[in-house]
């Protein structure tokens, strides 16, 4: 269990470092949104500071993964990113949900083989 861990931290990491790299450098062309999710985009892309903030965070989160320090943190700090991802999949764009549900398992996977050090934050 322990090589599975190390091999889903090690993806995790990078891709969410191959994803924030892509988006500072524009390495990537942007896909052509469609419907409610170029609407979404729109707004996200006119919030100015979110998605860069998005991005920081995967950036920052994707070391830790990568590098094997401080991995219980960038869990907890990484979810709610991997929540939207998923859910913004689900409901905007569904073509590329797999990408995003395998991103949020592996999230999950990693806080439960985490769990032990998150148990003093649940005691009263």
């Known amino acids: 269990m322990k090589i599975a861990t190390i ?7 990078l891709f969410l470092l191959f994803a924030s ?6 390495l990537m062309p ?24 998005a991005k920081a965070v995967e950036l920052l989160c994707g070391l830790s993964y990568v590098i094997g320090k401080y991995v ?9 990113v991997t929540l939207n991802i998923l859910l ?10 797999p990408i995003a549900a395998l991103l949020f398992i592996g999230n999950l996977f990693l806080i439960y083989r985490y769990w032990d050090n ?3 934050v649940f005691t009263p």
Do not use: D, H, Q
Request: charged share 10%; aromatic share 14%.
């Open 21 to 26: 790299i892509s988006f500072f450098l524009k």
């Open 88 to 97: 913004i999949n689900y409901f905007m764009a569904p073509a590329t949900l």
């Open 118 to 120: 998150y148990k003093t």
């Open 30 to 53: 942007e896909t052509e949104a469609t419907g409610n999710f170029k609407a979404f985009n729109t707004g996200l892309i006119a919030s100015v500071y979110l998605m860069p903030l």
């Open 7 to 13: 091999i889903v931290r090690v993806l995790i990491g």
């Open 72 to 80: 219980t943190l960038a869990n907890i700090v990484i979810l709610p």
